[in-house]
């Protein structure tokens, strides 16, 4: 590795010198001894010193050149430009044939398989010049929007998880960056629907090419769907499956359509779901005053019960206290517990409405 020059140069162990085809290749080098997946880290740095040498380079393109001096040292060791060309051409060359075989793979593969057919040609696609993966990526984007291919939805997941379509901004600069964006709008909106229907209808969609009568009887519900989640739909429904579902749909009789439509899930079926916030009591109207006389009754009863459980008094000997309270100096010589506990008694007499006393 070059000990001299830029640290991004030192990096892909460039001299600094280095014009841009040499940072291509050095990258494209570099890289096929990194697994992203496994040393992001690695492969972070390694990209960062790319982007900063190819700028640095295109930058020293666009300077003056100065006058052009003898030069007795001897040919320079550098291939020639036709060289590097052709070596371009081939590299290029071999990206679209990969590219051609993972269509011809996934075209029969079964769904795992396709997509490990996927990690294995971003894998060969990364050993070959810089940009292969990116022009892969806008292939791949364009075949699943037009459905060139089998097992969409689940291609479209590895890719988004491959690309990083879901980061911020990383959709942006792609030809099929809207596409992307509407798929997972969509999508986001799918899941909050009930997980019973999402299921029905997915099962329906993969029996459908069998347009068998009860299936061809529940088009009005991938129609709707069709209304509201197209993109994302269209990753498991082929346009020709579902021109020839309605198709077989509208050959019914007119009785029969008028019959299925009106039995069919209402609008809201199609709607996410809102969670209700479960509310046990809100203070509203006489919700305060309701707590407050409930509070009074506890207490009422927690004092009868206390009165209770302390007086044990009967109407017999209420009549006796009132006479004895009734006379002049009656707590004269007693103490203060005494006098208290007197008072007490007299009390709950006069809540049994014991007091005055009943006749004899």
Request: net charge neutral; hydrophobic share 40%.
């Amino acid at each position: 590795m070059a000990t001299t020059g830029p640290w991004h140069l030192r990096e892909l162990g460039l001299p600094p010198y280095a014009d841009l085809a040499a940072v291509r290749r050095a990258y494209a080098q570099a890289l096929r001894a990194i697994d992203p997946g496994a040393d992001p880290d690695a492969f972070a740095r390694l990209r960062a010193a790319y982007e900063a040498a190819r700028a640095w380079c295109e930058q020293a393109e666009d300077e003056p050149e100065p006058p052009a001096a003898a030069d007795d040292s001897g040919p320079d060791d550098a291939p020639p430009a036709t060289s590097l060309m052709a070596q371009e051409a081939d590299a290029r060359r071999d990206a679209v044939q990969l590219g051609d075989r993972f269509v011809t793979e996934v075209r029969r593969a079964s769904q795992a398989d396709a997509v490990a057919s996927l990690d294995r040609t971003l894998v060969c696609l990364r050993t070959r010049y810089v940009d292969a993966p990116g022009e892969f990526e806008e292939r791949l984007i364009d075949l699943l929007a037009t459905q060139a291919l089998p097992h969409r939805a689940a291609l479209f997941e590895a890719a988004a998880e491959r690309f990083h379509w879901e980061h911020i901004g990383q959709t942006t600069p792609l030809a099929g960056g809207p596409w992307i964006e509407q798929v997972f709008k969509q999508r986001e909106v799918w899941q909050q629907l009930a997980t019973s229907r999402r299921k029905r209808w997915l099962a329906l969609i993969a029996e459908a090419p069998s347009l068998t009568p009860r299936v061809v009887r529940h088009w009005p519900e991938i129609e709707a769907l069709l209304a509201s989640y197209r993109q994302w739909i269209r990753l498991y429904l082929d346009d020709d499956v579902a021109r020839s579902w309605r198709k077989a749909f509208e050959a019914l009789p007119d009785a029969s359509k008028r019959s299925i439509r009106h039995s069919a899930p209402s609008a809201d079926a199609y709607r996410p779901r809102v969670k209700k916030t479960r509310q046990w009591f809100r203070l509203r109207g006489y919700g305060f005053w309701f707590i407050a006389w409930l509070a009074f009754q506890i207490v009422r009863l927690v004092v009868q019960y206390v009165d209770g459980n302390a007086v044990d008094d009967t109407p017999r000997t209420c009549m006796d206290l009132y006479h004895q309270l009734s006379r002049p100096h009656a707590y004269d010589g007693l103490t203060g517990d005494e006098i208290r506990a007197l008072k007490q008694r007299g009390g709950w007499c006069v809540r049994n409405r014991y007091w005055p006393a009943p006749a004899p």
